[in-house]
Structures are given as C-alpha cells and as structure tokens.
C-alpha cells in the first residue's frame, strides 16, 4: 500500500510562485514513476509533468521551462516548483505514482490564480 500526501497549493497574483510537493509512505522502494496531473473545472485531467526513476522528465508544453520537476529518491518526495504562474493554471493538481504495477493517487491540493 502507498499514500501519498501533497502539500503547498494556495492562492497566488499572476506571475507569482508556489512549490508543491508529494511525498510517498508506506512500503515503497524505488518508485518507477512519479508524477503530476491537473484538472481544471469542466476539464479532463491532464498529465502536467512526469519524472521516471530512470529516463527522460515529460512535461506538458504549457509548462515547458516554467515548472521543473524534482525528486528526492532518498525521501520518496516530489517536488513541483510552479513559476510565473497564470491564469490558465488553476487547478486541482494531483500527485501520482507507478509502483508495484499499480497506480497511487494523491488527494490533490488546489492551486488558484487570480488577479
């Protein structure tokens, strides 16, 4: 089994910052994959950023050269810094991981945008 927690959403100006993070307890051992999805209201969940164990970061093309995804294999913790943010950004982002063939969801954590 595999909880995840996130922590750092909140409410920001446009061109402001936040830093969002996922750290992963339980019996877990070198995680696969982590990653990043948001949804926005009325919207599919979208893949944000992904950071394998090994291999090649993914992101979304709107958030090329803005969020550089991180992870501490040590602490199973993914980190998710969000610059110069806008207002196409808001969402519920959610934590995932990849491990043991299975699929783990955080509970996700809001991030406003707004003016």
């Known amino acids: 089994q595999v909880q995840l927690v996130e922590s750092g959403g909140g409410l920001v100006q446009p061109g402001e910052s936040l830093r969002l993070s996922c750290a992963a307890s339980g019996s877990v051992f070198s995680i696969n994959v982590m990653g990043w999805y948001r949804q926005a209201p009325g919207q599919q969940r979208e893949l944000v950023a992904g950071?394998?164990?090994?291999?090649?970061?993914t992101y979304a093309d709107s958030v090329k050269g803005r969020f550089p995804i991180s992870r501490d294999h040590s602490k199973n913790t993914m980190y998710l810094p969000m610059n110069s943010l806008s207002p196409e950004d808001p969402a519920v982002y959610y934590c995932n991981v990849f491990y043991g063939g299975h699929n783990y969801w955080g509970q996700g954590t809001q991030v406003t945008v707004s003016s």
């Open positions: 950071i394998p164990w090994r291999g090649s970061i």
